[in-house]
T-cell receptor, first 113, second 110 residues
């Protein structure tokens, strides 16, 4: 059974650009969460979606947005990129809300120049 | 102030040693997770706890809800256990906030 997949694996952008990251959850999982992990730090919660609705939002600016599609895959969008947005972006899926065991994807490494 | 504190930040052990990593949190939670992150970024969920103790192979996780404290123990440590171990808590609020500790970097020397 395929695990959580994310695309792309690596991405280089310049300041001010926009980026879209994609995540496909494990089959049957209805919850997708997004996290940002800056080098040397623990992950920070960005969003959680369950059944296509936003169920949680971390302390991130409105430049960050996300959505979940009918097939439960998800996109994370970041507008007006800043140097500080350079990080590993992790997606995790679970059967139910986040109190369930989460399964993480390999992440997308975003570098903003 | 971090809602989740881990100690130690870095830990070096000899193969075979018993290892303990601690996690303290300052808020009401509905669940606590222990995660393992290998170089390159991949994260694996080890345990999810809301009370008591869980064991999986050489790994044991305990939680004391009253003291807001959890420990992850590794018995008979092995070099393949070298990784960053992260404690994360799910807050008992409607916002589904999920807070992570900064991690404990473990190196097990053969």
């Amino acid at each position: 059974d395929a695990g959580v997949t994310q695309s792309p694996t690596h991405l280089i952008k310049t300041r001010g650009q926009h980026v879209t990251l994609r995540c496909s959850p494990i089959s049957g999982h209805k919850s997708v969460s997004w996290y940002q992990q800056v080098l040397g730090q623990g992950p920070q919660f960005i969003f959680q979606y369950y059944e296509k609705e936003e169920r949680g939002r971390g302390n991130f600016p409105d430049r960050f947005s996300a959505r979940q599609f009918p097939n439960y895959s998800s996109e994370l969008n970041v507008n007006a990129l800043l140097l500080g947005d350079s990080a590993l972006y992790l997606c995790a899926s679970s059967l139910a809300l986040v109190t369930d065991t989460q399964y993480f994807g390999p992440g997308t490494r975003l570098t903003v120049l | 102030k971090n809602e989740v504190e881990q100690s130690p930040q870095n830990l070096t052990a000899q193969e075979g040693e018993f290892i303990t990593i601690n996690c303290s949190y300052s808020v009401g939670i509905s669940a606590l997770h222990w995660l393992q992150q290998h170089p390159g970024g991949g994260i694996v969920s080890l345990f999810m706890l809301s009370s008591g103790k869980k064991k999986h192979g050489r790994l044991i996780a305990t939680i004391n809800i009253q003291e807001k404290h959890s420990s992850l123990h590794i018995t008979a440590s092995h070099p393949r256990d070298s990784a960053v171990y992260i404690c994360a808590v799910h807050l008992r609020t409607t916002g589904n906030q999920f807070y992570f500790g900064t991690g404990t970097s473990l190196t097990v020397i053969p």
